[in-house]
């Protein structure tokens, strides 16, 4: 083993056209005028340090003299590219076997939702393969899928369980994502979410006597016997699935447990879930499709971010939450892809060229709700989400002379995104990129 001295480094990355660094000034998440135009360094370098933490970012005349005689594990030249932070997806939901594309087809020849479920399809069709798919299978497919996101721009992922909906199968679902967050180069924020819907066979009431005195005690044994790490707790808070009462019992469990809130909320019927989520101190809540007025300001005052999923409201052809509203109020806005087997995207460029298309943010504000706001709604905006020093050196090298290019290229990160870089190592490449 070499010993490493002061003045050895694991990255250099120079020269790059733009380095965009989203804060620069250790803010924790950005709202109204602090999204408008976010920092970038023209002609800009980085130093990486051995603990994959970022030592410095600046012009490259001032890295330059101040490494003169430094050394450096690898060097990349980005001339003509672009640095930006790495991206995190707040919102998937990747452990599950049997895909749904049938129902797609369905849905497209005009089925309604419905009929789509009297022929077998939907949440329970999902739940029935993941309960009969062993662990191993579970984590190999979880494996690719992580391994997609990676290569689309996603360093930090915050990944559901919740179709399993008994005991066995959401503890099951939770360890495949524990091993992924071991095995894996991309950082996983884990989130366990049986109350993901009612099961076949229980009442709501029932679901949530399981959820709160069986599954979540054996979760908080799991969790001290150090066998799982779980940061987040999430409930569908929906008329029909779990109501305002029975989400609020279920979170404040999960509360009591240490876990962060973040759940589903004000998706399909305005049910007050985010004057909920204000009131018990949630770090997040997904969806707000249709969120009140006053859900909004309650959501502003109580730093509580707005999770928004553009393919959601795409593909189920919902009406879009209303973001310009939120930005407005100051809420604190941060993008999903919601990946899951009735919504295939895991791309967070596509995601944020929707959110700027069909919510109409600036792509300025896409990217700080696909960063720094990303990793706020994830408790970790103190060491992910912007290029400062200090923080774990996750960033994209993109091949294309200004950054909104990434958001531009609808569907076209694939031939943009040359380096994926994970505290201070490269976990992709891509040699044949192809910027125009
Ligand atoms: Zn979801």
């Given at each position: 083993?070499?010993?490493?001295?002061?003045?050895?480094?694991r990255?250099?990355?120079?020269?790059?056209?733009q380095?965009?660094?989203?804060?620069?000034?250790g803010?924790r998440?950005l709202?109204?005028?602090?999204?408008?135009k976010?920092?970038?360094?023209?002609?800009?370098?980085?130093?990486?340090?051995?603990?994959?933490l970022l030592?410095?970012?600046?012009?490259v005349?001032?890295i330059?003299?101040?490494?003169?005689?430094a050394?450096?594990?690898t060097?990349?030249?980005?001339?003509?590219?672009?640095?930006?932070?790495?991206?995190i997806?707040?919102?998937t939901?990747?452990?599950?076997?049997?895909?749904?594309?049938?129902?797609?087809?369905?849905k497209?020849?005009?089925a309604t939702?419905?009929?789509?479920?009297?022929a077998g399809g939907g949440?329970?069709f999902?739940v029935?393969h993941?309960?009969r798919?062993?662990?191993?299978q579970l984590?190999?497919?979880?494996?690719?899928?992580?391994t997609?996101?990676?290569r689309?721009?996603?360093?930090?992922?915050e990944c559901?369980?919740g179709?399993?909906?008994?005991?066995?199968t959401?503890?099951?679902?939770?360890?495949?994502?524990?091993?992924?967050?071991l095995?894996?180069?991309?950082?996983i924020s884990?989130?366990y979410?049986g109350a993901?819907?009612?099961p076949?066979?229980?009442t709501?009431?029932?679901?949530?006597?399981?959820i709160v005195?069986?599954?979540?005690?054996?979760?908080?044994?799991k969790?001290t016997k150090?066998e799982?790490?779980?940061?987040?707790?999430?409930?569908?808070?929906e008329?029909?699935?779990?109501?305002?009462?029975?989400?609020?019992t279920?979170?404040?469990a999960?509360?009591d447990?240490?876990?962060?809130?973040n759940f589903h909320?004000?998706?399909?019927?305005?049910?007050?879930?985010?004057?909920?989520g204000?009131?018990?101190?949630?770090?997040?809540?997904?969806h707000?499709?249709?969120?009140t007025?006053?859900?909004?300001?309650?959501?502003?005052?109580?730093?509580?971010a707005?999770v928004l999923?553009?393919?959601?409201?795409y593909i189920?052809?919902?009406?879009?939450?209303?973001?310009?509203?939120?930005?407005?109020a100051g809420?604190?806005v941060?993008?999903?892809?919601?990946?899951n087997?009735n919504?295939y995207c895991?791309?967070m460029?596509?995601?944020m060229?929707l959110a700027?298309v069909?919510?109409?943010?600036?792509?300025?504000?896409?990217?700080?709700?696909?960063?720094?706001?990303?990793a706020?709604?994830?408790?970790r905006?103190?060491?992910?989400?912007?290029?400062e020093a200090?923080?774990e050196a996750?960033?994209?090298?993109v091949d294309?002379?200004?950054?909104?290019?990434l958001?531009?290229q609808?569907?076209g990160?694939?031939?943009?995104?040359k380096?994926v870089i994970?505290?201070?190592?490269?976990v992709?490449?891509?040699?044949?990129?192809?910027?125009y």
């Open positions: 083993m070499s010993v490493k001295h002061e003045n050895d480094f990255l250099f990355v120079k020269n790059a056209k380095v965009v660094l989203v804060c620069n000034g803010e998440f709202t109204k005028d602090g999204m408008q976010l920092p970038v360094v023209e002609n800009g370098s980085l130093i990486i340090g051995n603990d994959g030592k410095a970012v600046g012009p005349d001032a330059d003299a101040r490494y003169k005689g050394s450096f594990d060097v990349i030249d980005a001339s003509g590219m672009v640095v930006i932070p790495g991206l997806d707040v919102h939901h990747p452990v599950w076997a049997g895909d749904r594309v049938h129902e797609f087809a369905m497209l020849a005009g939702y419905m009929e789509v479920h009297q949440i329970h999902t029935e993941t309960r798919a062993s662990e191993e984590l190999v497919d979880l494996t690719r899928r992580l997609r996101m990676l689309t721009g996603t360093t930090l992922v559901k369980s179709y399993g909906l008994d005991l066995e959401e503890m099951k679902m939770l360890a495949v994502i524990e091993r992924a967050r095995a894996s180069p991309i950082c884990s989130t979410c993901h819907a009612v076949r066979g229980k709501p009431a029932e679901a949530v006597e399981d005195h069986i599954q979540l005690p054996r979760l908080q044994e969790m150090g799982l790490q779980v940061d987040n707790i999430d409930v569908f808070c008329k029909g699935v779990f109501d305002l009462h029975s989400t609020r279920i979170l404040q999960g509360k447990m240490g876990l962060q809130l909320g004000d998706e399909l019927h305005p049910m007050n879930s985010a004057q909920l204000a009131q018990l101190g949630a770090l997040a809540i997904s707000l499709e249709e969120v007025d006053e859900g909004i300001a309650a959501m502003a005052k109580s730093k509580t707005a999923l553009p393919t959601t409201a189920l052809r919902l009406p879009q939450p209303r973001a310009r509203d939120m930005l407005d809420v604190i941060a993008l999903g892809s919601d990946f087997p919504a895991c791309s460029p596509m995601v060229h700027c069909n919510m109409r943010l600036s792509m300025d504000q896409a990217l700080a709700a696909a960063t720094i706001n990303a706020y709604a994830l408790g905006s103190h060491s992910h989400g912007s290029l200090g923080k996750n960033l994209l090298i294309c002379p200004r950054w909104e290019h958001i531009y609808f569907g990160h694939q031939e943009l995104i380096y994970i505290k201070g190592e490269v992709y490449e891509n040699k044949n990129t192809m910027s």
